[in-house]
């Protein structure tokens, strides 16, 4: 992926997930925002962005942070969001476990207080350790939490699913983690 296309990606997860007044934009339910409006907006901001290049960031970005609607002229930010939106996501029974990636100067308090959402919508957890090790890795050595999600789903804690592939909760009590061992 070019630089320019990365550095596209990241002012569209900025603005869509975090601050999308500042382009003029509101999010609809489930996140959406009209393309036009978006690449208007980042024209008025001083960073045109042609639909072009818009529609090469959803398609080539490696986490899939994006989607588009069945007709081609919305687009959101599949999750991460800080802003207030309704993804519009249902509740779904998880797998057995989940993994969430760290480094180990949170560990202590995570252990203590479980995973938080912290200023995000959900906790983000990773249905592979491949996964979570990447997500860990942005900080430094990751470490891998294996999350108890089945126990967690008996005892009433709700999942969703993200369009590409995150899963999504509110909080994970720390009696639903344990560290992988060879972290």
Do not use: C
């Not at 601050?19 to 901001?45: H, Q």
């Not at 687009?75 to 180990?104: C, F, K, M, W």
């Not at 479980?114 to 990773?126: A, N």
């Not at 967690?152 to 639903?176: C, K």
């Amino acid at each position: 992926m070019s630089k320019r296309i990365v550095t596209i990606s990241k002012f569209m997860s900025k603005y869509l997930r975090h601050e999308p007044e500042t382009l003029g934009l509101k999010l609809e339910p489930g996140g959406w925002v009209m393309i036009a409006d978006l690449l208007e907006g980042a024209g008025k901001l001083g960073f045109p962005i042609t639909e072009e290049e818009l529609l090469q960031v959803v398609a080539e970005n490696d986490k899939q942070r994006f989607a588009l609607d069945e007709t081609a002229t919305k687009i959101r930010a599949n999750q991460g969001h800080s802003t207030s939106v309704d993804l519009q996501l249902v509740e779904v029974e998880p797998p057995t476990e989940l993994y969430h990636g760290t480094v180990r100067k949170f560990l202590d308090a995570i252990l203590i207080e479980g995973l938080k959402k912290m200023d995000r919508h959900d906790v983000h957890l990773s249905k592979d350790v491949e996964t979570a090790a990447k997500v860990g890795e942005r900080r430094g050595k990751p470490v891998i939490l294996v999350v108890d999600s089945q126990g967690m789903a008996s005892d009433g804690y709700q999942f969703r699913l993200s369009e590409n592939g995150v899963w999504l909760t509110d909080h994970v009590p720390p009696m639903y983690l344990r560290l992988m061992e060879d972290s």
